[in-house]
């Protein structure tokens, strides 16, 4: 797979907007979430309304309309990802948040195996197996351990999973996924605008010690601009890719920003092997990735290594985590 346009503006896309959200939750702490997300789900409204009466977008309103009560589930299920995944990230350093992401495709390959009465392989099983695996030695390896911040990613995860399972499994709504999209920023608004006031973050909110900088509210701005962008490049490239190879990019594009956080890290006085790890992707019919991990030679050098190719397996990853990674 050869990286072209939307698919370079894809990556820049993911790694900006989690960087800026990242500047946002940690460094200045602005630790309001149904605050920070009624906002992005706000202008993602806002900006998809726009596209779709100017013809940018095809969105049908009949369909809307119709899936209006149905999709209420869905659009919970999305309130509640990107809360949690709010709550991890202002705690859990980038590449830590990504790589306990990646647990959700076990619900998701679960999930639907058990709905469609589908058998699944033991090497299948294995390769999925690896990923709550990672997510314990990662949690029990980790110094700087934040209980709070590992409960989060896995609700995130949970939520993530669930979403993806419902909405495969829900395909006679016959909703486009920007329309899907478009209800989940509805309802989310409506939603996390009851939440902030039930939980007092309008109150904290105003006394945030950074509300009238330019910083914070430039980067508020960036950050909401940034993941409707995101979502409308996300639905522009799999348009042009299949299943499999749009996991191989959002692989691909996560190791990418772990690499990029961690090449900036400006501490990283203490390692931790999170892996040396030879990497055979297998194809799953309903998934998409399967892992196959060979623990092997954890005596590694202190440094980051490069991807390099592999004549017994696709890829041939080696990564190093720092145990003290600065945002």
């Given at each position: 797979?050869?990286?072209?346009?939307?698919?370079?503006?894809?990556c820049?896309?993911?790694?900006?907007?989690?960087?800026?959200?990242?500047?946002?939750?940690?460094?200045?702490?602005?630790?309001?979430?149904t605050?920070?997300?009624?906002?992005?789900?706000?202008?993602?409204?806002?900006?998809?309304?726009?596209?779709?009466?100017?013809?940018?977008?095809e969105?049908?309103?009949?369909?809307?309309?119709?899936?209006?009560?149905?999709?209420?589930?869905?659009?919970?299920?999305?309130?509640g990802?990107?809360?949690?995944?709010?709550?991890?990230?202002?705690?859990?350093?980038i590449?830590?948040?990504?790589?306990?992401?990646?647990?959700?495709?076990?619900?998701?390959?679960?999930?639907?195996?058990?709905?469609?009465?589908?058998?699944?392989?033991?090497?299948?099983?294995?390769?999925?197996?690896?990923?709550?695996?990672?997510?314990?030695?990662?949690a029990y390896?980790?110094?700087q351990?934040?209980?709070?911040?590992?409960?989060?990613?896995?609700?995130?995860?949970?939520?993530?999973?669930?979403?993806?399972?419902?909405?495969?499994?829900t395909?006679?709504?016959?909703?486009?996924?920007?329309?899907?999209?478009?209800?989940?920023?509805?309802?989310?608004?409506?939603?996390?605008?009851?939440?902030?006031?039930?939980?007092?973050?309008?109150?904290?909110?105003?006394?945030?010690?950074?509300?009238?900088?330019?910083?914070?509210?430039?980067?508020?701005?960036a950050?909401?601009?940034?993941?409707?962008?995101?979502?409308?490049?996300?639905?522009?490239?799999?348009?042009?890719?299949?299943?499999e190879?749009?996991?191989?990019?959002?692989?691909?594009?996560?190791?990418?920003?772990?690499?990029?956080?961690?090449?900036?890290?400006k501490?990283?006085?203490?390692?931790?092997?999170?892996?040396?790890?030879?990497?055979?992707?297998?194809?799953?019919?309903?998934?998409?990735?399967?892992?196959?991990?060979?623990?092997?030679?954890?005596?590694?050098?202190?440094?980051?290594?490069?991807?390099?190719?592999?004549?017994h397996?696709?890829?041939?990853i080696?990564?190093?985590?720092?145990?003290?990674?600065?945002?």
């Open positions: 797979m050869w990286f072209k346009g939307p698919e370079l503006g894809f820049f896309l993911f790694i900006a907007s989690c960087f800026t959200n990242k500047y946002v939750l940690s460094q200045l702490k602005f630790t309001y979430p605050i920070f997300q009624g906002w992005q789900t706000l202008v993602g409204s806002l900006l998809l309304l726009t596209a779709w009466k100017l013809g940018r977008v969105i049908r309103k009949n369909a809307l309309w119709s899936a209006k009560v149905s999709w209420i589930p869905g659009a919970l299920l999305f309130v990802n990107i809360y949690a995944g709010s709550r991890a990230l202002s705690k859990l350093p590449p830590f948040f990504l790589l306990l992401q990646n647990t959700s495709e076990v619900i998701v390959t679960t999930c639907l195996k058990i709905a469609r009465k589908e058998k699944l392989s033991w090497l299948k099983f294995l390769g999925m197996f690896m990923f709550p695996l990672s997510a314990v030695i990662l390896n980790d110094s351990f934040d209980p709070g911040g590992y409960i989060w990613a896995m609700i995130h995860s949970l939520c993530v999973g669930i979403y993806k399972v419902f909405q495969k499994l395909k006679s709504y016959s909703l486009t996924e920007l329309e899907e999209q478009f209800l989940n920023y509805l309802y989310s608004v409506l939603t996390l605008i009851l939440l902030a006031q039930l939980s007092g973050d309008v109150y904290g909110a105003l006394e945030f010690p950074f509300l009238n900088a330019y910083r914070f509210r430039s980067s508020c701005c950050s909401a601009i940034l993941g409707v962008s995101l979502k409308l490049a996300s639905v522009n490239v799999k348009s042009n890719l299949s299943s190879q749009y996991g191989t990019l959002r692989l691909v594009t996560k190791y990418a920003t772990i690499l990029h956080k961690l090449r900036k890290a501490k990283m006085s203490s390692y931790c092997v999170v892996g040396r790890v030879p990497v055979s992707l297998k194809l799953l019919h309903s998934s998409g990735l399967a892992w196959k991990r060979n623990m092997s030679g954890m005596n590694a050098p202190q440094e980051i290594r490069h991807v390099q190719k592999d004549p397996t696709n890829f041939h080696e990564i190093i985590l720092s145990r003290y990674i600065t945002v």
